[in-house]
């Protein structure tokens, strides 16, 4: 048998023919595509099950995810000083108002939305638009406690010591704290008395945890009270977890999550189909269905009756934060807290 | 006698070179850099993060019980792995490759799913503390996660491969007449052991203990799965830092501080390892 030889030059020389044709011949895509960030788990999938065909029927884009969280975002934006790994955002507030502070986004043009109308007051602005909403407040299980009323609950027995716990790192977890430092008289850029009072009763406390390990702490029954979102709730349900949410007496805290243009994305006429596609109503319906759970923002859509309010517009009665306050303190706030929970 | 390098072998190791300090000794200078600034926005040079991190008592408690994680795995793998690796050792061609099968299998399934499979074995109502309860041994469940000792077991586990591979290499490689030889001489299983295989298999014990020593120190997701945040170690404070609030000269820092424990925890194996290696001979 004989084989073809090849001298290394010509080797390389068809290598390098083979790449060159790759390189210009990239498969033709009719309208092109949009890189967008994305949560990973539970929004990445809800993502790929709706928005992706949704884009691709209406506008003929190809919606392209690379799952991150919030935080990782900035970071990588930052990072990339100027030429970002993604065209749009998808963040909490708290990271939001680090991405205008340090200049990431471009000016959002809320009038390249066909769907703007339909979202409640307030929801677009001149850095994104609101895609959903986050309701905070308890988790617990009705088989093991009797049911909690106020934040203030989950620092008392019989809660505290099947209380799971996490710190500052993330957005529902900072509100949870401020709302129960509020009830000890604390305030939102005041979270001393939460130190206060978490110091009396920590050797109590069943669990303090990372944030991603939480539905697993709860499952596993390490923990059976926790300040938790309605979408985790759902989706525990879902998974036939005893959990169920409370709103606590004092309100539960609603942030939004929203989107946003990088800046120097070139594919910014995209990003705002992308947008649109994401709160038109047959996909806010379809996101709000489990397994997927998400609050919608969309007036159109008919609210599951799971949800903790009756219409989008109760929401405003629930409790808000200002993250532009928050932000500044909350390195403080993490360092204060590793030293009063280590041990 | 000196070995001649010829050209062409050093041109071999040119593409690991290269990936080297494009890959690691770049970041790491970039690393140095960033570390040298006094403000998150990186606009200022200063060294107001080195002395705000280093002046902090809790600095110095997280690195001293990184370090001592380090040094509690590093133990509980030894004492766990070498007689697994004696097993080894003994036992004929085909069961040797059944235990390095075995050894090998926890690094077929990634790290994250194995530290979330231990919070199914430590947890309030996971297969330990169910044994127990049902044994009669404890009066209610015991707190096993988010304690160091909790830590330790599901490290011991999850970095037993990196221990028990250089050694069982080490050991294969080992001549069996110099037991044999031992054994003829009058001397005890014991004896053989501490005076004839011990000594043999150190290379292998020692590069093991720094590879466990190296990646139980740093294992942030272990260590913060595991251990929650009732255990701060360096990696949850880059982590805090770099991603949470954006400050990544005191990040670098906190990187910096590891780096150089984790380098003298490894050189004080190293050493200890030529130490009793010269006594042993």
């Known amino acids: 048998m004989t084989h073809a030889r090849f001298t290394r030059r010509q080797f390389l020389a068809a290598a390098a023919a083979t790449a060159g044709a790759l390189a210009i011949g990239r498969p033709a895509r009719a309208k092109g595509s949009v890189t967008a960030a994305m949560y990973p788990g539970t929004w990445e999938e809800a993502f790929r099950a709706h928005v992706v065909p949704a884009l691709k029927s209406a506008h003929d884009v190809d919606l392209e995810m690379t799952p991150l969280f919030a935080v990782d975002q900035i970071a990588k934006a930052q990072a990339a000083r100027g030429a970002p790994p993604f065209d749009a955002f998808v963040l909490d507030p708290g990271p939001r108002v680090t991405g205008i502070d340090r200049g990431l986004f471009e000016k959002f043009e809320a009038r390249r939305l066909k769907n703007v109308g339909r979202l409640p007051a307030g929801m677009v602005d001149d850095w994104g638009v609101t895609v959903a909403a986050q309701v905070v407040g308890i988790g617990y299980n009705p088989k093991k406690l009797p049911r909690p009323k106020s934040w203030t609950d989950l620092l008392k027995d019989p809660w505290v010591s099947r209380l799971g716990m996490t710190g500052f790192q993330t957005t529902y977890g900072t509100v949870s704290i401020i709302e129960i430092a509020k009830q000890f008289g604390g305030s939102e850029t005041n979270v001393e008395p939460f130190f206060v009072e978490i110091k009396k009763v920590l050797s109590k406390v069943a669990a303090i945890g990372a944030p991603a390990s939480m539905p697993a702490l709860f499952q596993q029954g390490q923990c059976d009270i926790t300040y938790t979102n309605t979408q985790t709730v759902a989706t525990l349900r879902g998974r036939d977890v005893d959990i169920e949410f409370v709103k606590p007496e004092s309100g539960a805290v609603a942030f939004f999550t929203t989107m946003h243009v990088a800046k120097g994305s070139r594919e910014g006429e995209n990003a705002y189909k992308y947008f649109d596609t994401v709160i038109s109503a047959p996909v806010q319906s379809a996101l709000m269905q489990p397994p997927n759970n998400f609050i919608p923002v969309n007036r159109d859509v008919k609210l599951a009756a799971a949800l903790p309010m009756a219409s989008l517009d109760e929401m405003a009665k629930f409790v808000r934060h200002d993250w532009s306050k928050i932000n500044p303190l909350r390195a403080a706030w993490i360092e204060r807290f590793n030293k009063e929970v280590a041990k | 006698m000196t070995v001649r390098v010829r050209p062409a072998e050093w041109q071999l190791a040119l593409p690991l070179a290269l990936a080297y300090a494009a890959f690691f000794l770049v970041p790491l200078l970039l690393l140095i850099g960033v570390s040298a600034f006094d403000d998150e926005k990186i606009t200022t040079l200063g060294f107001a993060q080195w002395r705000r991190f280093l002046a902090d008592p809790f600095t110095w408690k997280v690195i001293v019980d990184t370090v001592k994680l380090g040094g509690l795995t590093v133990a509980a793998t030894a004492l766990v792995g070498y007689p697994v690796a004696l097993v080894y050792l003994g036992a004929g061609p085909r069961w040797q490759r059944v235990i390095l099968f075995v050894v090998i299998l926890p690094l077929l399934t990634s790290v994250v799913v194995r530290t979330f499979a231990w919070i199914v074995i430590l947890g309030r109502e996971?297969?330990?503390?169910?044994?127990?309860?049902?044994?009669?041994?404890?009066?209610?469940?015991?707190?096993?996660?988010?304690?160091?000792?909790?830590?330790?077991?599901?490290?011991?586990?999850?970095?037993?491969?990196?221990?028990?591979?250089?050694?069982?290499?080490?050991?294969?490689?080992?001549?069996?007449?110099?037991?044999?030889?031992?054994?003829?001489?009058?001397?005890?299983?014991?004896?053989?052991?501490?005076?004839?295989?011990l000594p043999l298999s150190l290379p292998g014990l020692v590069a093991g203990c720094m590879l466990v020593f190296a990646s139980s120190t740093t294992a942030f997701i272990s260590q913060f799965v595991i251990g929650g945040n009732r255990l701060v170690y360096l990696p949850l404070l880059i982590w805090q830092q770099s991603l949470v609030v954006y400050n990544w000269p005191l990040a670098s820092v906190a990187a910096l501080t590891l780096l150089v424990s984790v380098g003298l925890g490894v050189t004080a194996i190293a050493a200890v390892g030529r130490r009793s290696r010269a006594y042993a001979v």
């Open chain 2, 126 to 197: 996971g297969v330990i503390n169910q044994a127990l309860l049902w044994l009669g041994l404890a009066p209610a469940p015991l707190r096993l996660l988010q304690t160091e000792h909790g830590l330790v077991m599901a490290l011991t586990q999850i970095e037993m491969p990196l221990l028990l591979l250089p050694l069982l290499s080490v050991m294969s490689r080992m001549d069996p007449s110099l037991r044999d030889a031992s054994a003829a001489l009058g001397a005890s299983k014991w004896r053989t052991l501490v005076r004839v295989t």
